[in-house]
């Protein structure tokens, strides 16, 4: 960790220590559980692709996040695939916010490469802290309209009691009265063209605020994509989960064009984590529907602050 600290303050070397074998079979275990999580939650296990390369595998901050781009971008392709088979994947949708994102995302991985690895790192802390809140939030919020959708179905159950008990006298009323025309369908009333004005706006705000964390961080940003795709595009939880993986997909691609030609990646060691982090997609994917994903994302929310709060403790005396 000391060995760690120490490549993060001073930001670079001009060869990058060799890894021990012993650390290398350490991290692969970090790639499932990336790989796990992309799979299950569309998003959040790739926040642990930076602290993992670093601390683990003694990468610089800047040769892991953009060695992270591999990992999480190989990650999401493995699900993606499984989603799509499923029919979970909306794939204009998809290919439309990732393209609207690439501007953040050539911003935000220029400015990562001239920016302090030791200021890069006390970010990427925030980064994960602020990554827990919202799913922890996104976690209660999501367990209260369980209780309401529960407590509205018993609701309608106790009304549909009480009208059975009722229905031979009512019956026998209706039966002698006059039967009444139906209503025509309403037609439901057009978009006003500033509302549609709206959507576009944050729709577009969105997908390059997730860019730009993508080429920043080296994250895929599903933590925001997934939420952003339910609320403004109104796509349905595992129908969103599936088309965040092709917008991460696109994401990391475009980030990791813009890095080609920095150097210094180790080839062999992302290929093995990212080789985890597929396979732990696929195990992901086929775990989504039997685990609670809100007791995942607590759990994973737990993990994430005590990182964060350890990076911070070891990254801010160093500014």
């Not at 794939?91 to 935000?108: D, K, R, S, V, Y």
């Not at 690895?117 to 980064?127: D, E, R, S």
């Not at 039966?175 to 500033?194: C, D, G, Q």
């Not at 969105?206 to 994509?225: D, K, Q």
Request: glycine share 12%.
């Amino acid at each position: 960790m000391a060995r760690a600290a120490r490549r993060v303050a001073t930001g670079a070397a001009d060869e990058p220590p060799p890894v021990m074998p012993l650390l290398a079979w350490a991290a692969l275990p970090c790639g499932l559980v990336i790989g796990l999580l992309l799979g299950a939650l569309g998003g959040g296990g790739s926040i642990l692709a930076v602290p993992a390369l670093v601390y683990l595998l003694h990468q610089t901050p800047h040769e892991a996040t953009a060695g992270a781009l591999v990992v999480v971008g190989i990650g999401a392709a493995s699900g993606l695939a499984c989603h799509a088979r499923a029919g979970r994947v909306r794939w204009a949708a998809g290919a439309a916010f990732g393209g609207l994102g690439t501007a953040g995302t050539f911003l935000g991985s220029r400015w990562s490469a001239s920016l302090n690895p030791t200021v890069l790192m006390t970010a990427f802390a925030g980064l994960m802290l602020a990554v827990a809140a919202v799913m922890l939030v996104r976690t209660w919020r999501e367990r209260t309209r369980e209780r309401d959708r529960e407590r509205e179905r018993e609701r309608n159950q106790e009304r549909d009691r009480e009208k059975a008990c009722a229905g031979h006298a009512a019956q026998s009323a209706t039966s002698k009265a006059p039967p009444t025309a139906p209503k025509p369908p309403s037609r439901p009333r057009s978009r006003l063209p500033a509302a549609r004005l709206v959507a576009a706006l944050r729709i577009g705000v969105t997908a390059t605020a997730v860019g730009l964390l993508t080429g920043f961080f080296g994250v895929g940003g599903g933590f925001v994509v997934v939420p952003a795709l339910t609320l403004v595009l109104g796509l349905e939880m595992p129908v969103a989960i599936g088309t965040s993986l092709l917008v991460i997909l696109v994401n990391s691609g475009t980030a990791f064009a813009t890095r080609a030609g920095a150097g210094g990646l180790d080839w062999p060691l992302l290929a093995s984590f990212a080789a985890c982090a597929a396979l732990g997609s696929w195990l992901g994917n086929r775990l989504a529907a039997r685990l609670r994903p809100q007791a995942l994302s607590t759990a994973f929310a737990s993990l994430v602050t005590v990182l964060a709060v350890s990076m911070a403790v070891t990254s801010i005396p160093r500014l």
